[in-house]
């Protein structure tokens, strides 16, 4: 009988995803922000303090580091990765020998385990027996040693490398999966009328690419801001907190210093970020329609 | 082709695209290299470092027997399983009941599970930290394959919803008049079709628990409870010691699983990928 009743077995249906979901996600993230408005510590419950922990981390200088950290690790990673997927999305979406493996192989950084491939870059960067360095030093760029992970600049670099390496599969393949979508017969009309490469791909390729570029981009941007592995790894936000996100900056507040409320108030800053992200993906999306 | 064409292609095509292998694939090597390379050559500054003529398996026989990596390697494989389970199971359901159904606050619900799938866990461990003790689920697997469903299940109810509404639904009502209950028609008709996208949603699932990070390093904390991931960049780091070669072996062991999976299917993998970004 209960087969019949659409409304009933929809419901029954997603009872128990909607279960697993409002018990580990949406009451977390309701919890969550709860606790950013109370002083709890790991092991005393706390009390409401109202904007207390916001009005303590927006003067904190190292939280202000770490928002200018995350602008700039999201910012140039993002661009970089958008910049060489397309191109290399560009590079494989045409017939070549080897074009399956080639397509398999470029897709592993993505695929394997981000915290080992940390560990890696954590040994490519090794201030002593770094690869990098002897190949620079190979080919007459530096004289001795580099050490990369302990200057501020040098190490937000590495890292933004190491984030760019991982990510450019992502682009690559979701680009070129919209590139294959675009109808042969259009560049073929354009390329009888004279339109060289480049006018093809500005008016051809980039206006049909444009929507699934747009999820893309949001998809990694969001991504990219809560990035946590990666930098807990490699820095774990160091030197000087140069390369702190909001993720390792919280989780070192939370549950290394014991402070739940001042940390859930920082890991709630990604918010904002994630709110702007939706915001201007469902109006860019809608535009296009 | 003349000459110069060829010439053309080599530096628009051949040159640019060698180089995005170089740069995609060469951590892989590194990996590969050091952990076959014997210490004395790791640590000797002099010699050429991509190539060794003394490979050994010193480096992974300590890892095998002188770490937990074992340990480790049965903690993240059963905790990928189990969660890939639950998450597939749940997700299957209420995909076809989104997907197919039309009931009142479906459409309502789709969106809601899609915009679950945005949130980053790094808002979520705190306050999921104070949850898994409180369920006394602290330091073991099960806090795990509860909380890796809250990224597989939204991700799996989106990618499957559009793989049932790609069905016919034609197929299920004949099914029907034949005198198949709902439940006989899903499991004879819809299911099987939408195999290929059961398929996508299981290496996904496993390859994401397989190679989460964050909760495991919060909600694990003694070392024979921990996971691949986790193990080799807490254990194997120990103060100013760095045993490279083992961590190495340990990194190149923990990406053959994921790496196997993805390359039996490969073609899956992609699609479902971007099945995912396209619906």
Known sequence: ?289 | MTVRGALTQIATFYVPLGGFLVFLLFPFYWMLVTALKPNRDLYNLAQNPLWTWTPTFDHFRKLLYDTHFLPWLRNTLVIAVGATVLSLAVSLVAAYAIGRLRFRGSGLLGVAIFLSYLVPPVILFIPLSRIVSALGLWDRPAALVLTYPTFLVPFCVWLMMGYFRSIPQELEDCARVDGASRWQAMRHVTFPLALPGILSCLIFAFTLSWNEYLYALVFLSSTDQKTVPVGLATELVTGDVFQWGPLMAGALLGSVPVAVAYSFFVEHYVAGLTGALKE
């Open chain 1, 1 to 289: 009988m209960l087969a019949e009743h659409r409304d009933v077995l929809g419901w029954v249906m997603v009872g128990p995803a909607l279960l697993i979901l409002g018990g580990f996600l949406a009451y977390p993230f309701v919890l969550g922000i709860w606790l950013s408005l109370t002083d709890t510590r790991i092991a005393s419950p706390g009390r409401f303090v109202g904007l207390e922990n916001f009005r303590y981390v927006l003067g904190d200088s190292v939280f202000r580091l770490t928002v200018l950290n995350t602008l700039l690790y999201a910012g140039v990673a993002v661009v970089l990765k958008f910049v060489l997927g397309l191109g290399l999305a560009l590079l494989v979406n045409r017939e070549f020998r080897g074009k399956r493996f080639v397509r398999a192989a470029m897709l592993l950084p993505w695929i394997v385990p981000t915290s080992l491939s940390a560990l890696v870059f954590y040994w490519i960067y090794d201030s002593q027996f770094s690869v990098l360095t002897w190949a620079l030093r190979t080919v007459g760029l530096v004289s001795g040693y580099v050490n990369y992970l302990g200057d501020p600049i040098l190490a937000r670099a590495a890292l933004i490398a190491a984030n760019v390496w991982r990510g450019v599969p992502f682009f690559a393949i979701g680009l070129l999966a919209g590139l294959q979508t675009i109808p042969r017969e259009l560049y073929e009309a354009a390329e009888m009328d004279g339109a060289g490469a480049w006018a093809r791909f500005r008016w051809i390729t980039w206006p049909l690419l444009v929507p699934l570029a747009v999820v893309v981009v949001v998809f990694s941007t969001i991504m990219t801001v809560g990035d946590f592995q990666l930098i807990w790894i490699v820095t774990k936000g160091g030197p000087a907190n140069a390369t702190h996100l909001f993720g390792t900056l919280a989780y070192q507040r939370a549950i290394q210093g014991g402070f739940l409320g001042e940390g859930a108030a920082v890991a709630v800053f990604t918010l904002p970020v994630l709110l702007v992200c939706v915001a201007f993906a469902y109006r860019a999306l809608r535009r296009e329609d």
